[in-house]
């Protein structure tokens, strides 16, 4: 045998549904290749936050070539609850000897929102289950299917096949068989819509529901593409939508409804010149749809970060915000997070940010301060492709060296879940010191907490919608924190290096100040730290 050719070979490790409920079997599936047929041993590890729950030898017979064996479990019915899980071979051939992955139990996907989307509905579409086994890699545990509508205005198609506004041919069975294999996978179904949005056909014929501006004229959107309806509470535009709402979830198994809106108009009159307060307007149908859909999730996209106060204020079932300029630095990511947290009883917050897919270092620093804020970010979906455009269509492949950091990322916050994932943040924060270009994020869970370290060091302040370099790297830094309590144990988990095992970490106690030497710094640090 060529000795530069290895007898054995971790391809991948992942779990076979996003997200698990209590009661359910955990299914974990290991591919592998080896050049020769037989007998091997595996070593199994399961983790839940720093501790070992189990360990087991499993052997298996594996052909030659291309493996996928499958490992099971039955975790404790404890939620939200997440796992970290280990595979090795007992008897080592293979270099790296080990693999891993995560997985977490739920009582409901909204605990801890890991949302992505699906926008392909197309007829001859027949890699449902291939497309969702790919998002269970990334732990998305909620899918938002865009633009699967027949017309704004009607929602639900009037036959199996049809065209959409913009032509595409779109199957209603395609997306039937889209919800059933989401739910096989562990992932909520969101039927999408736009909360003014009509035909223009519709929208010409119905002037007294029309939305106008300040010179008393229709406002359109796009070019002979749709016209913007008035929402107000009571209004029949209203009344109209939420009939079709009423369809929607009556003939398909959604698990609730997306509701969108364009930004603009922020203002509007109706046809007798009378203003139309738009938030209220959008406040009382997210009300409307919860009271007449109970047990159904509803979600309001609050674009550019309006109208946040009423969105956050009504019964929607967590924040879904998306960013825009002027908020461009990386730190409004983070207030904007924190802001929402505060504004809704520290609600989930799911943000949608566009980012090139060539910006690897971009989306990684976004979604690590997003994370650490108290947030997820929708990016993954459609057969593992990137959210990189306001219209979902225009996902972008994502190149393997993103892949993998966003991989071990979702790993990463799932394993640790119970330490800083669905954790609310501290509101009053002790007092941190850490280095200039770091920022810092305090938690307080049962067991401790838990700081994480975001590393934002550049001469200039850094833009999440400008390519720049990785942030400068720190070779060790000191942390200081006063502390309720003094420390039993602190840990260091990170997902920038090859393993997610807790990396013990000595500690001083000078006065009230625990200082903490931490071996280096690139971009996303977690400390852990547990009380006597």
Request: proline share 8%.
């Amino acid at each position: 045998m060529d000795s530069s050719i290895q007898p054995f070979s971790f391809i991948d490790f992942y779990p076979e549904r996003g997200m698990y409920n209590p009661g359910e079997e955990v299914c974990l599936i290991l591919e592998c290749e080896t050049v020769t047929a037989g007998k091997y041993s595996f070593v199994m590890q399961v983790f839940h936050e720093i501790n070992l729950m189990i360990i087991r030898s499993e052997e298996r017979e594996l052909a030659s070539g291309r493996n996928k064996v499958k490992f099971t479990w039955q975790p404790p019915l404890n939620t939200p609850a997440g796992y970290g899980a280990a595979v090795s071979l007992e008897n080592p051939l293979s270099i790296p000897n080990k693999i891993e992955t995560a997985f977490d139990v739920l009582s409901d996907w909204t605990q801890f929102p890991r949302y992505g989307f699906v926008c392909d509905f197309s007829r001859l579409r027949e890699n449902e289950e291939e497309t969702m086994q790919l998002l269970s890699k990334f732990h998305i545990n909620g899918l938002q299917f865009y633009d699967w509508q027949y017309r704004h205005d009607e929602l639900v198609p009037p036959q199996e096949n049809y065209l959409d506004p913009l032509g595409r041919p779109l199957s209603l069975h395609t997306t039937k068989k889209l919800i059933t294999a989401a739910h096989d996978h562990g992932m909520a179904a969101m039927a999408y819509l736009a909360i003014y949005a009509a035909s223009v056909s519709f929208w010409k014929s119905h002037p007294n529901w029309m939305l106008y501006d300040g010179e008393h004229k229709p406002i359109p959107f796009g070019t002979d593409f749709l016209g913007i309806m008035n929402p107000v509470a009571g209004g029949d535009w209203q009344r109209h939508l939420l009939n079709e709402c009423h369809k929607v979830l009556r003939s398909l198994p959604f698990d609730g409804l997306h509701i969108d809106q364009y930004g603009e108009p922020k203002t509007g009159f109706d046809m007798n010149k009378h203003p139309v307060d738009l938030p209220q307007a959008f406040g009382d149908f997210v009300s409307n749809a919860v009271e007449e859909h109970p047990g159904k999730q509803v979600l309001f996209n609050a674009v550019g970060n309006w109208p946040i106060e009423t969105l956050a204020a009504s019964p929607t079932t967590f924040n879904y915000i998306e960013i825009w300029p002027p908020d461009i630095h990386y730190t409004d990511l983070v207030q904007i997070v924190r802001n929402a947290r505060r504004l809704s009883s520290e609600k989930p917050v799911v943000i949608a940010l566009y980012l090139p897919a060539d910006r690897a270092v971009n989306n990684q620093l976004a979604d690590a301060l997003i994370i650490s804020a108290g947030g997820t970010r929708i990016e993954v979906g459609e057969n593992a492709r990137l959210l990189s455009d306001p219209y979902f269509p225009k996902h972008e492949e994502i190149p393997y060296g993103l892949t993998q950091i966003l991989r071990k990322q979702a790993d990463f916050i799932i394993r640790y879940e119970n330490w800083f994932g669905p954790l609310i943040p501290e509101s009053n924060e002790p007092d941190i010191k850490v280095p200039e270009g770091v920022e810092a994020f305090f938690r307080k869970g049962q067991r401790g907490v838990s700081i994480s370290l975001v590393n934002l060091k550049s001469e200039s302040p850094l833009c999440w919608n400008e390519e720049h370099a990785e942030p400068d790297s720190f070779t060790s830094l000191e942390v200081e924190i006063c502390l309720e309590h003094s420390p039993k144990n602190i840990w260091l988990v990170t997902p920038d290096r090859s393993s997610f095992s807790p990396i013990t970490l000595e500690f001083i106690e000078r006065g009230k100040m625990t200082i903490i030497t931490i071996p280096g710094l690139d971009v996303w640090d977690v400390l852990l730290i547990e009380f006597a």
